[in-house]
Structure formats: structure tokens, C-alpha cells
């Protein structure tokens, strides 16, 4: 399956973004999904794992959530900061053994 | 403070063998919990996830490179390894590794590689 995300999305400091994460082939629900963050240059880390949970660290202006009825997940960063400026990937799983990344999305602080 | 660092050849010559190695600090490999795992990123492209292997050795590759790939674990200096056969210039890439323990962290710095002759 494929996990399909916008190619970027834009917003004012301050401002609210969400980035959807639409699953292909396969119930959303039936496996966790993760978001991570990939700032030019560096490796990318992790914003959200298992659909909403934040690792220590990361501000609580980042939120997940998964919604069955459009098989898609959604990172919501809230308060945008121009440091929010970055890629951002959704990653799930096939038969929990077979890891997929989403097309990624970037994120751009007007 | 688990780390991990990519060291192998930068340049690989077409048809023939990309191989990188993963040094972890920080954790021994043996011990269990962690899959760890081969993820690349064409310039300007995405995340590619190649594959995975566990202490015990068990493995799960990319459907799409499967044919292509080994992944290897030595357990007594905690490294894990990537072999990549008959490459092209599609391989081009920065590889990382990374460990998984419910998400993928912590990963390497990266470490670009050049198919070309």
C-alpha cells in the first residue's frame, strides 16, 4: 500500500497547519502510525509514534490523530514557529513486518 | 545514549556492490528489543525504508529490493551491515540507519552514496 501526503503546505506563524496521510489499501486503524520531522541536512526525528503519543521533547503543539472514515491520519502542528519550518513524514506498517513512508509534505512558515 | 554511525564506500561503480556497515554505541545489539534497521533518500526524494534484522538475525526486506539486498548483524563488535547488489544510478542516495523500539530513533548522520562510474 501507499501512504499518500501533500506535496507542501503553507501557513503565518502563529497559525495552525494539519497534514493529512491517506493509506492506500488496508484500514488505517490496523496499524500505528508515525510522524517525524526531517529538517534539511539532518535525519529526520520522530514528532509523533503510535498515532498520538510524543516522545519527551517534542512541544504539545504537535498532535496525531487517525480517523477510519477517510482512512487517513493527520499530524496538526498548532503556534506555528518559523523552527516548524521543515519535512514532514507519516510511516506505517504492512503485516507489522514491512515499514512504509509516507510521499512527505513540506511544511513552509510564511 | 544509544548512537549509531554509517561508515562504507561513498562511490560504487554500476552492476557492482554497494556495502555499508552500522556501528551502535550505547546499546548492545544482543541484547534484544530493538529491530534494526536500513532506510535511504535519493537527492530530494523521500524516505525509502530498505529493511530490517533483529539480534536473533531474523530479517524483513523492502518487496521492492528484496531480490537485491542482505542485511547481516555481527553481534561481537555490535555492528549490522547492508549489501546491495547490481546497482544503478537509482541507488544514488544518502543511507541511514536507524533503530526501531516503537518508532524509528535513534538514526545515523547519513552517508551519501554515488552510483557512477
Same mark, same amino acid.
Given at each position: 500500500?501507499?501512504?499518500?501526503?501533500?506535496?507542501?503546505?503553507?501557513?503565518?506563524?502563529?497559525?495552525? @497547519?494539519?497534514?493529512?496521510?491517506?493509506?492506500?489499501?488496508? *484500514?488505517? $486503524?490496523? %496499524?500505528? @502510525?508515525?510522524?517525524?520531522?526531517?529538517?534539511?541536512?539532518? $535525519?529526520?526525528?520522530?514528532m509523533i509514534y503510535e498515532n498520538n503519543q510524543r516522545?519527551?521533547?517534542?512541544?504539545?503543539?504537535? *498532535?496525531?490523530?487517525?480517523?477510519?472514515?477517510? %482512512?487517513s491520519a493527520s499530524l496538526t502542528i498548532s503556534g506555528l514557529k518559523t523552527e516548524d519550518e521543515a519535512d514532514y513524514y507519516c510511516q506505517s506498517?504492512?503485516? %507489522?513486518?514491512?515499514? @512504509?513512508f509516507g510521499s512527505g509534505t513540506k511544511v513552509t512558515v510564511l | 545514549q544509544v548512537q549509531l554511525q554509517e561508515s562504507g564506500s561513498g562511490v560504487v561503480k554500476p552492476s557492482q556492490s554497494l556495502s555499508l556497515t552500522c556501528t551502535v554505541s550505547g546499546v548492545s545489539i544482543a541484547s534484544g528489543g530493538y529491530s534494526w534497521n536500513w532506510i535511504r533518500q535519493p537527492p530530494g526524494k523521500?524516505?525509502?525504508?530498505i529493511g530490517y534484522i533483529?539480534? +536473533?538475525? +531474523? +530479517?524483513?526486506?523492502?518487496?521492492?529490493?528484496?531480490?537485491?539486498?542482505?542485511?547481516?548483524v555481527d553481534k561481537s563488535k555490535n555492528q549490522f551491515s547492508l549489501k546491495l547488489n547490481s546497482v544503478t544510478a537509482a541507488d544514488t542516495a544518502v543511507y541511514y540507519c536507524a533503530g526501531w523500539f516503537g518508532h524509528f530513533d535513534p538514526w545515523g548522520q547519513g552517508t551519501l552514496v554515488t552510483v557512477s562510474s
Open positions: 500500500f501507499m501512504l499518500t501526503q501533500p506535496h507542501s503546505v503553507s501557513e503565518s506563524p502563529g497559525g495552525t @497547519v494539519t497534514i493529512s496521510c491517506t493509506r492506500s489499501s488496508g *484500514s488505517i $486503524a490496523s %496499524n500505528f @502510525v508515525q510522524w517525524y520531522q526531517q529538517r534539511p541536512g539532518s $535525519a529526520p526525528t520522530t516522545p519527551s521533547g517534542v512541544p504539545d503543539r504537535f *498532535s496525531g490523530s487517525v480517523d477510519s472514515s477517510s %482512512n506498517f504492512h503485516s %507489522n513486518t514491512i515499514y @512504509v | 523521500g524516505l525509502e525504508w533483529y539480534h +536473533t538475525g +531474523t +530479517t524483513s526486506y523492502n518487496p521492492s529490493l528484496e531480490s537485491r539486498v542482505i542485511i547481516s
